[in-house]
């Protein structure tokens, strides 16, 4: 056999009762909620939890002012970008009526020469 004593079974249930009362104790000697230590932990614990939703509103009021810059600048940069296709179209459009003008009056002149020689 083992060399440990076994125990009977009033020693287990006497056990027992001691671990039910020692815990029964410690719970009885809880601070109770109108303790100024639990006060003071409840309002410690509900100043972090205001400084954090504080900290949260201020980086997303920064991420909301960020994204509207961004897109501000992407508005600005899209209308800068459609103001220079505008004026290249424009400077197309030109450019393509000087060359039209410049190969009518070549044509004219070569026209204007020939009736010269006859």
């Known amino acids: ?5 076994q125990k009977d079974f009033s020693e287990r249930l006497n056990a027992a ?3 039910k009362q020692a ?3 410690k ?3 809880r601070p109770g909620p109108d303790d100024p230590a639990v006060a ?3 309002a410690a614990r509900a100043a972090m939890s205001a400084a954090r939703d504080a900290r949260i509103a201020e980086r997303q009021a920064r991420r909301l002012t960020e994204n509207a810059r961004i ?3 992407r508005e600005a940069l899209a209308a800068e970008q459609a103001e220079q296709k505008q004026r290249a179209a ?12 410049e190969r009518k ?4 002149a070569r026209y204007a020469a020939r009736k010269g020689r006859k």
Do not use: H, I
């Open 1 to 5: 056999m083992s060399g440990m004593k």
């Open 17 to 19: 009762r001691d671990a």
């Open 23 to 25: 815990m029964a104790f």
């Open 27 to 29: 719970f009885r000697q």
């Open 40 to 42: 003071e932990r409840r």
């Open 71 to 73: 897109t501000a600048e």
């Open 90 to 101: 424009a400077e197309k459009a030109a450019n393509e009526v000087r060359l039209q003008a």
């Open 105 to 108: 009056a070549a044509r004219d």
